[in-house]
């Protein structure tokens, strides 16, 4: 059941199992076979490729199909190439085989994060192309690296260079989550991940002894005040049927560190939190929150970053806008239960949105159980398919939108 390509089975499927097997997994992803890929569609549909190298052995590589009025910016469809790492031991089938069951499910890591949404980019760009049709804006299909582990040395570089400006983005849609339901999620803005970790010194000492003031007792101050903030929010989340996670502010205590020996009381110890802050906070009031946290267990506490983000920014969602009118129109004529969200974690619509490019987080998939980053991760073929319809759909609504004020 897991050949190149079975009987019958629809090319989209096919070509999207080939993409699926080009191990781009983190921490060694082989981007090179994925940019090879991505040159051959590109010649195969009569489509422009640029590889741009926004750091040494990342690329971005960015198929474009002109629209008829150059003026007007540029629709972005962004995707990433890499993919999280795998435990083997704990998958039905192997990860990197895009094993198609009798049902039609097909298991591999990126089967939803994201390399679906990358095919069905393609396919309706293809589907289109093959109409004959044209469309008063530029697209830009846009393949990044490294967004699993941040984007660093991804889109993070990218929005900062010259190739980007040149792309004149207008209005770019990323990647999105499954919903188990009927209904497709669609994401308008995203947490911000603050990766804080909590220093605290103290009198040192023989294990044996009651030393005043120690290291752990401050640090056991500042963690309970910030578990017991985590709990009101996780009670107001649960309280109100209209919350989703992404409109609270999560938080979880991911590392403890300090010691030598069973003998020895550590003169310094910490922790380290993963915060993700809903975009209404005020990020301010809440570094000094923090700030006050620590203060309250005693002296010699401290916080540092390894993470801050700080670019919050909501695209909007409001009938009035064009860009939403667009997407959510045609959504509308497909029939399709849009349900609008804010992200619970972080892609790289941030950097989108944080150089002034309106982004929507969506991606196709109804009736399926969110399985990013999990043991088995799988997409039935038909959503995949649908999705590629979806797309066929959705293009030439945003890449008519009507000239823009910021058009220029």
């Given at each position: 059941m897991a050949s190149e390509g079975l009987e019958g089975e629809h090319p989209s499927v096919t070509l999207f199992r080939r993409y699926l097997r080009i191990r781009t997994v983190q921490p060694e992803p082989d981007y090179g076979a994925a940019v090879a890929f991505l040159e051959e569609r590109a010649h195969q549909l009569g489509l422009g490729c640029q590889k741009v190298e926004v750091a040494p052995g990342y690329v971005v590589t960015?198929?474009?199909?002109?629209?008829?009025?150059?003026?007007?910016?540029s629709l972005i469809l962004n995707s990433h190439t890499?993919?999280?790492?795998?435990?083997k031991e704990h998958w039905s089938h192997d990860p990197f085989e895009a094993f198609k069951d009798a049902e039609g499910?097909?298991?591999?890591?990126?089967?939803?994060?994201?390399?679906?949404?990358?095919?069905?980019?393609?396919?309706?760009?293809?589907?289109?192309?093959a109409e004959g049709r044209h469309f008063p804006r530029?697209?830009?299909m846009t393949f990044v690296p490294d967004e699993e582990v941040g984007g660093h040395k991804g889109m993070e570089l990218f929005v900062q260079r010259p190739e980007f400006r040149a792309l004149k983005a207008g209005f770019a849609l990323d990647e999105g989550l499954a919903n188990p339901t009927d209904a497709f999620t669609v994401f308008y803005s995203e947490r911000s991940p603050w990766w804080v970790r909590i220093t605290s010194t103290g009198n040192p000492g023989h294990g044996s002894r009651f030393i005043e003031?120690?290291?752990?007792?401050?640090?056991h101050k500042v963690v309970s005040s910030i578990?017991?903030?985590?709990?009101?929010?996780?009670?107001?989340?649960?309280?109100?049927?209209?919350?989703k996670a992404g409109a609270v502010t999560s938080v979880n205590l991911t590392k403890l560190e300090g010691g030598v020996a069973y003998n020895v009381v550590p003169a310094t110890m910490s922790a380290s939190f993963d915060f993700r802050v809903a975009p209404d906070v005020e990020l301010k009031a809440f570094e000094e929150q923090l700030q006050g946290w620590c203060q309250a267990a005693g002296d010699g506490v401290t916080f540092d970053f390894a993470q801050k983000w700080?670019?919050?920014?909501?695209?909007?969602?409001?009938d009035s806008d064009p860009w939403w009118a667009a997407f959510s129109g045609a959504c509308k004529d497909m029939n399709l239960t849009l349900e609008p969200e804010i992200f619970p974690a972080a892609t790289d619509s941030r950097y989108l949105r944080a150089v002034g490019v309106p982004a929507l987080g969506f991606s196709p998939m109804n009736?399926?159980?969110?399985?990013?980053?999990?043991?088995?991760e799988r997409l039935h073929e038909a959503v995949f398919l649908r999705g590629v319809d979806i797309y066929t759909r959705l293009l030439p609504a945003l890449a008519s939108v009507p000239a823009l004020p910021s058009d220029g």
């Open positions: 960015i198929l474009t199909w002109p629209g008829t009025n150059p003026r007007l910016s890499d993919v999280v790492p795998v435990f499910y097909i298991y591999a890591r990126g089967a939803q994060d994201m390399k679906c949404v990358s095919i069905q980019y393609l396919e309706a760009v293809r589907r289109l192309k530029t697209i830009h003031d120690t290291a752990a007792e401050k640090l578990l017991t903030f985590r709990e009101k929010e996780r009670q107001r989340l649960q309280s109100n049927p209209h919350l700080t670019e919050s920014r909501v695209t909007s969602t409001d009736l399926t159980p969110v399985l990013l980053h999990d043991h088995d």
